[in-house]
T-cell receptor, first 112, second 113 residues
């Protein structure tokens, strides 16, 4: 157990639908990062939050949004889902200033 | 724009031999480099890192080498063990920036008995 909790582990949904992925960071970590991994691709950075505020944005689609709540958990919202959104979505957390992350075990999203 | 590249999608090595995984980067602002290991159905786990002020960092069987002039880093695993079979990702960041990590595409390492 890495200390970063992601739910659900698996999600199957239809095109056009909306889903919410949830992440609880490791205790004490203020930064949360979301990454997408599609079909043996590398990890693509989506977005970072630090202590409730958006800190950095990557190649995140406009159909996707995220937020970090006062208790530091984060949610990634994916809407108007397309087949190409099927992927593993990883959340990671870190202390600011630390160079490495701790990853959760991911949510596997399948859009049918 | 792939700022971090792992050009070998897969590598097969005999148990007991040395495994060498390579990574190239293009962004000269990167000053911190990491290797992550990923097993199926799990998230990546941190393996070893190196700051740009060093050219080598060692941790047990794992050594990372950094060649800043060539913008190249490598991970050496000696001796390789069957449990090392996994996907290895290299990652880079600008430590004073947003700390977001840029990952390569990964190399699948298979250790053969």
């Amino acid at each position: 157990d890495s200390g970063v909790t992601q739910t659900p582990k698996h999600l199957i949904t239809a095109t056009g639908q909306r889903v919410t992925l949830r992440c609880s960071p490791r205790s004490g970590d203020l930064s949360v990062y979301w990454y997408q991994q599609s079909l043996d691709q590398g990890l693509q950075f989506l977005i970072q939050y630090y202590n409730g505020e958006e800190r950095a944005k990557g190649n995140i689609l406009e159909r996707f949004s995220a937020q970090q709540f006062p208790d530091l958990h984060s949610e990634l919202n994916l809407s108007s889902l397309e087949l190409g959104d099927s992927a593993l979505y990883f959340c990671a957390s870190s202390l600011v200033g630390a160079g490495g992350y701790t990853f959760g075990s991911g949510t596997r999203l399948t859009v049918v | 724009d792939q700022q971090v590249k792992q050009n070998s999608p897969s590598l097969s090595v005999q148990e007991g031999r040395i495994s060498i995984l390579n990574c190239d980067y293009t962004n000269s602002m990167f000053d911190y480099f990491l290797w992550y290991k990923k097993y199926p159905a799990e998230g990546p786990t941190f393996l070893i890192s190196i700051s740009s002020i060093k050219d080598k960092n060692e941790d047990g069987r794992f050594t990372v080498f950094l060649n800043k002039s060539a913008k190249h880093l490598s991970l050496h695993i000696v001796p390789s063990q069957p449990g090392d079979s996994a996907v290895y990702f290299c990652a880079a960041s600008h430590i004073q920036g947003a700390q977001k990590l840029v990952f390569g595409q990964g190399t699948r390492l298979t250790i053969n008995p």
